[in-house]
């Protein structure tokens, strides 16, 4: 399976479990805007951000 393979299945499943994790203030205003910027949800944003690490990962 190649990265962009692995990323549409990370990504584009059911969603069905969550994980909730505190951040501070400054940190959930940071994400906020940046995912303003992208035009995605706050959770969106930090999905992909986590299977982009799982790509890089599976890459080494």
């Known amino acids: 399976m190649d990265e962009i393979e692995l990323r549409q ?3 584009n499943g059911k969603k069905t ?3 909730i994790f505190a951040v ?5 205003r ?6 303003k910027r992208d035009c995605v949800s706050a959770s ?3 999905s992909a951000l986590l ?3 799982v ?3 599976a890459a080494k």
């Open 30 to 35: 940071a994400v906020t805007e940046m995912a």
């Open 24 to 28: 501070t203030p400054d940190l959930k």
């Open 44 to 46: 969106a944003f930090i």
């Open 55 to 57: 790509v890089r990962r």
């Open 9 to 11: 299945e990370l990504l």
């Open 51 to 53: 299977a982009e690490e």
């Open 17 to 19: 479990d969550r994980i």
